[in-house]
């Protein structure tokens, strides 16, 4: 389905609103009432269209390319009123408020803006409103495209489509130019042919047809007398055609994306009109506070009343009041439930004590609505409670529904449903260190607040996910899954505090050794973590290329130093005690910061929405960039140990998974046959790029094979891949073409995928994962350019991360009907870490196959590699 384009002809609409209303100022004296019409009309239009793409368009200027042809075009005309003209800016600011995009171009007209973008629109398959107040628009008219039209003030619009154009005018849209040719407009000085008016024009179009095709057989008109005007007057006619003609192909500067509509910040236009003095419009936005008290359901809290088994519904929406993002070791504050009996507030040490409710919770058939499952699952674990039958989260239903919005809370998920009046937690709580909580009465109406807006936002964000065919991936993938990641997160990874402590000294006594011999190297001492006292170091006292500048002096980023490399044996020392310190700094220091002190575990929180590509992340600690490049970095997984003696770290994990789904989604034969005939898929490759037997690739033709074929994945350029290759980009280019010509299919695959990208608007994954490119028809080459590799690596990642999500709820499901006792901890990319028991490493070794290599079906096999140790370290 297209987008819904809506583009507003603003002075026709801005003119038409002054003459409408009686000249309102507000109580800075400044003139209001051309932008409150328009305003008025502008919030009519959102609620009715619903536009995703928007735009008003403004005339530049007095002169334009029509007066070439007719220096009268326009004459006659009254100067526009200044209590008008200084309406214009204002208005402008209330459109950017509004997030509404306003364009004009000088030697143009809005008409033609509208004009050209419509027919933009409408070739892409789009629906296109137009809203004006000039006739003259009725010629773009089309399957596509609708005209709404102003008559009496602005509120009350027509709408033409082609069959209302031809039984109200009695022509097509392609003919309205010739009939303004024939009768002219006064408003626009356009001559016309004098003494012919609507009804002859319409009449002899109706026998004509066009304007040509009348003067072409002047002689079949009827009446002397009209004949003679039409003679006399040709000149005029056709000048007055070209006049009327709306320009379908401006030089634009912007494009059809430019437009795009996310839908407005109250808070921005609730501030404009204020500043406006439009009291009365501010309700129509979600208003002030009073008004969204109003709207609010007030939140009965039941603090001190036992609770009672008539309120726990089937349908419950479920809010866990946290205020910070550590849900492992921040308190509960409060738990709110909305169900149709109203909205109720409890503490969580009531709840702990109320067997009723433990049993609703533990009951799988009492359906639960919550934000963010997983928070809610480690939650109740804390206090002792376990819950059952969690079946919708909002947070994942938002993410999915529109992965690019990096908001998901709430507040911002109802605003951008159009429910307004629920303030932000930074609003009530405070934002870093002014963050506290408020008295029990502001906690408990905000959260009460949230879980009325939750058992609301259900039914919409449900609709939503029918319509993007999600339904499956959400029900069948992202909910199971998250309950998963939150008995994960709860158990934790124990840590080997003192081995990390070590790790931490020997990683000090090398930094003293590398930092020594810096300073031999330098013959002076200095701060080596200041490019300040670097650059001189390296660049003046050393002799060595400064390649790059910086504001500050010379450029000492890690680009430049590799590139030097091997001019100077101190540049390996400097990256080494540049890598070694991060490891210091970033993951032996950071790790043991967030060791749980009662628990000996860290807890990580897997970040279920976030990713555009639908891979997980993680936090305190990021498991997922734990360095293992170097050894050093992949020591630090020595301090990941099991949780009980007599037990091991047990990874597996998918081998080269994003190239088997390539070869799955491109369908290229060849590609597939390596795969099902276990072949070495990066020696096959070099083999064909470089047009040798499959014994003779050496080393090195394998690893520049191995970067072409991951390069290919990711829509790498010839200058990505000449940089990781260390080759010419012209080398690259070969490399990538001789992949191409060997593999046909892919590149057919990538081509097809940036065409849909570029007619749709997003990729898919496999499981119907969404991701939407805005920048796809981007006039600015770069972002073009980058939403095109995008395009081709979404649907590769994203469909690997889903297979690998699939896999954890089929591990999970396979351990518990197995009854084993391993544990599922960690997800790391395409890596799956568990907790075995030394006797059930057999059988887990077998689960762990069959359920990962089975999880789904493609054309060519699944394969895991796994392997098992004292730490995760000894496990790979």
């Known amino acids: 389905m297209g987008n819904k384009l809506v583009l507003i002809d603003g002075n026709s609409i801005a003119y038409r609103a002054f003459f409408a209303l009686p000249l309102l100022n507000n109580d800075k004296g400044v003139y209001t009432n051309a932008v409150y019409g328009f305003t ?39 100067k526009t009123p200044p209590e008008l003209s200084e309406q214009f800016p204002l208005l402008q600011e209330l459109l950017d408020s509004f997030g509404i995009r306003h364009y004009q171009l000088p030697q143009y007209e809005a008409d033609d803006i509208i004009g050209t973008l419509a027919r933009e629109a409408e070739n892409r398959g789009d629906e296109v409103t137009v809203i004006s107040g000039d006739k003259d628009l009725l010629q773009l008219v089309s399957g596509n495209v609708t005209v709404r039209l102003t008559k009496k003030g602005i509120t009350n619009v027509e709408t033409y489509t082609p069959g209302f154009l031809k039984e109200k005018m009695e022509i097509d849209p392609e003919q309205v130019i010739h009939l303004k040719a024939l009768m002219g407009d006064s408003s626009d000085n356009i001559p016309g042919v004098p003494g012919v008016g609507e009804k002859t024009a319409v009449k002899l179009l109706k026998q004509f047809g066009t304007l040509e095709n009348l003067y072409d057989n002047l002689g079949e008109v009827s009446g002397k007398k ?102 492992h070791t921040s308190p509960v504050e409060a738990i709110v439930l909305s169900n149709e009996k109203g909205v109720f507030a409890f503490s969580p ?85 002014k963050r506290k909580r408020p008295e029990d009465d502001v906690l408990y109406e905000h959260a009460g607040r949230k879980a009325l ?24 993938l992202e909910m199971p899954l998250a309950l998963i990641l939150g008995e994960m997160e709860y158990t934790g990874v124990r840590v080997d505090v ?9 990683l ?118 734990i360095p293992i490049r170097l050894e050093e970095g992949r020591k630090i997984r020595q301090a990941f140990i099991p949780s009980r003696q007599g037990w091991v770290m047990f990874a597996s994990d998918y081998s080269q998974i994003e190239l088997r789904v390539l070869a799955h989604m491109s369908g290229d034969e060849k590609l597939i046959q390596s795969f099902k005939e276990g072949e070495d898929v990066h020696t096959k490759t070099a ?8 014994e003779e690739v050496d080393s090195d033709m394998r690893r520049k094979a191995k970067a072409v074929n991951f390069g290919i994945v990711y829509g790498i350029s010839d200058y990505g891949l000449s940089q990781s290759l260390g080759v010419s980009r012209k080398d690259a280019q070969i490399y990538i073409d001789a992949y191409f010509k060997s593999y046909p299919k892919v590149k057919e695959y ?59 709820i089929d591990m999970a499901a396979r351990l518990k009907e197995e009854e084993l006792e391993a544990t599922m901890l960690m997800q790391v990319h395409d890596e799956l870490i568990l907790e075995v028991p030394e006797q059930e490493v057999e059988k887990v070794t077998e689960a762990v196959r069959e359920v990962m290599e089975g999880t789904v079906e493609l054309t060519v096999p699944l394969e895991v590699d796994h392997s098992y140790g004292k730490t995760w370290f000894d496990a790979k």
């Open 40 to 78: 008025t009309m502008l919030l009519k239009i959102l609620e009715e269209e619903s536009p995703d793409h928007m735009l008003v368009a403004f005339d530049a200027g007095k002169t334009t390319f029509r007066h070439k042809t007719y220096e009268e075009y326009k004459g006659g005309r009254q």
């Open 226 to 327: 009209l004949k003679e005007k039409l003679e006399t007057n040709k000149n005029e006619a056709y000048m007055s055609k070209k006049l009327v003609t709306i320009e379908l192909e401006a030089p634009l500067e912007i494009a059809l994306t430019d437009t795009a509509y996310t839908g407005y910040e109250p808070s921005a236009v609730r501030k404009q009109f204020q500043d406006l003095g439009f009291e009365s419009l501010i309700n129509r936005i979600g208003s002030d506070e009073e008004e969204s008290k109003a709207e609010m359901i007030s939140v009965e809290v039941e603090k001190e009343k036992p609770l009672t088994e008539d309120i726990l519904l089937d349908e419950t929406a479920l809010i866990v009041e946290i205020l910070e993002d550590n849900y």
């Open 349 to 433: 040490e009531q709840l702990m004590e109320s067997d009723t409710f433990k049993t609703w919770a533990a009951d799988s058939s009492r359906h639960k609505w919550v934000f963010d499952a997983k928070r809610t699952l480690v939650a109740f674990k804390r206090y002792g409670i376990p819950v059952e039958g969690i079946t919708f989260d909002v947070l994942l239903a938002s993410y999915l529904v529109n992965p690019a919005v990096n908001n998901h809370d709430i507040p911002a998920i109802s605003h951008r449903l159009g429910e307004t009046g629920i303030p932000t937690d930074e609003e009530v709580y405070g934002k870093g260190a």
């Open 453 to 476: 807006m939750l058992y609301r936002l259900k039914s919409n964000l449900e609709e939503q996910l029918k319509q993007n065919k999600q339904e499956e991936l959400f029900h069948n």
């Open 498 to 506: 003192d081995r990390l402590k070590e790790m931490g000294e020997e």
């Open 508 to 625: 000090e006594r090398r930094l003293e050794e590398i930092k020594k011999r810096i300073y031999e190297h330098a013959g002076e001492e200095f701060n080596i973590n200041s490019p300040k006292q670097l650059g001189p170091v390296l660049f003046e006292k050393l002799g060595l290329p400064p390649l790059k500048k910086t504001k500050t002096g010379y450029s000492t980023a890690a680009d430049v130093l590799e590139q030097l490399s091997s001019q100077h044996e101190i540049i390996d020392e400097i990256l080494l005690y540049r890598q070694l310190g991060k490891l210091q700094s970033t993951y032996i220091e950071g790790l043991l910061k967030v060791v749980h002190k009662e628990t000996g575990k860290v807890h990580t929180r897997f970040n279920q929405a976030l990713t555009q590509t639908g891979r997980l992340s993680s936090a305190d600690p990021n498991l997922q960039n």
């Open 687 to 694: 083999s064909e790029v470089f047009g040798v037997a499959p």
């Open 750 to 808: 990538m081509e097809d995928t940036v065409r849909q990208a570029r007619e749709e608007g997003y990729v898919e994954t496999l499981m119907n994962r969404r991701r939407y490119l805005p920048d796809m028809n981007s006039r600015n080459f770069n972002r073009r350019n980058a939403a095109e590799r995008t395009a081709m690596n979404t649907p590769i990642q994203g469909t690997a991360a889903d297979i690998i999500k699939k896999a954890m």
